[in-house]
């Protein structure tokens, strides 16, 4: 049987996408079921994690399922084994893996040469997992997110920006990224979202992006690995999030981040403390969609596990 592996929204299906939201929503409720009794979920990072590490954590304990954690340094392959041989040894071990690494086409690599689920918890050209949290807390919001108008501000080459270009067209609603010309999202993701059908409208004034819009996203400017630190600080600048660019937005407009966040950086104390900020809710959602992502990657039948919840 193929592995069911997560590392990629365009790669999964809408409805797939939809059935784990769904079975998050389900897990959100209920503490009882236990479908991954006896598995064996391997955590294997090079970056350091906080929400990532600790909500994967917390959905397999939920799901009846242990976790092992470890990072490439304390691996064999930081004394020379390939990754490819890592992989085939570790899938003999786990029974799904969580991937946090900072090379996407080696993370496919080892997916390749697993024969147990590879889920990708985040890399530079994406971070799924978070944006279904993200996605999980529009909806507990909305109801649906289908229409709705969403605005990105800052980095807009950042592995986030791709990750909602995708869940842009794969639950319809509109998106606007704000960024400065350096900083635009990668042309290649822009133009399968309009291979689909779905125009994402880019620009670099984000007074113009949030106007209207009932979700202020941002994040981090400078990345693990960035080089140009001082450079990306003066372009970025401008696209801080600040009480006046959040009065653009609808009145019942709501900020999100996907977190660490340099406060008086990308967003101000007044924004993140507000009560439109649902970082924190945002934050949490990772556990309720981890789950979802795990049952759908490792259980046979998931439309089984929803309707038992």
């Not at 909806?139 to 807009?156: K, N």
Request: proline share 5%.
């Amino acid at each position: 049987m193929t592995p069911r592996h997560f590392i990629s929204l365009d790669q999964v299906h809408p409805d797939d996408l939809q059935l784990i939201l769904n079975l998050a929503a389900g897990f959100e409720g209920s503490t009882t079921l236990q479908p991954l009794t006896g598995k064996m979920i391997v955590f294997f990072t090079q970056a350091p994690t906080t929400r990532t590490r600790l909500s994967f954590a917390a959905a397999a304990t939920r799901l009846g399922a242990q976790i092992v954690s470890f990072a490439e340094s304390e691996s064999q392959i930081s004394r020379g084994e390939s990754l490819i041989d890592s992989a085939r040894v570790i899938a003999g071990y786990a029974d799904a893996i969580v991937m946090r690494w900072r090379d996407h086409a080696a993370l496919c690599a080892f997916a390749n040469a697993s024969h147990v689920p590879v889920i990708n918890g985040l890399t530079p050209e994406g971070h799924p997992t978070q944006l279904m949290a993200d996605i999980k807390t529009l909806i507990d919001h909305w109801a649906d997110v289908r229409g709705q108008s969403v605005a990105f501000v800052g980095d807009g080459s950042c592995n986030m920006v791709s990750s909602w270009i995708h869940a842009a067209v794969a639950f319809g609603f509109e998106l606007h990224i704000a960024s400065p010309p350096a900083y635009q999202p990668v042309p290649e993701v822009l133009a399968w979202a309009k291979s689909k059908g779905h125009e994402i409208i880019v620009s670099d004034d984000p007074s113009k992006a949030c106007t209207g819009a009932r979700a202020i996203v941002t994040d981090t400017w400078v990345s693990i690995g960035d080089q140009d630190v001082d450079a990306r600080r003066r372009a970025l600048a401008p696209f801080q999030v600040n009480e006046a660019l959040m009065a653009r937005a609808a009145k019942d407009a709501i900020f999100l981040h996907c977190l660490p966040a340099h406060r008086g950086e990308e967003v101000t104390d007044d924004v993140i403390d507000s009560p439109a900020s649902v970082v924190w809710q945002e934050a949490k959602n990772r556990i309720y969609v981890n789950c979802g992502i795990l049952v759908y990657a490792l259980c046979d039948s998931p439309h089984e596990i929803l309707a038992q919840l």
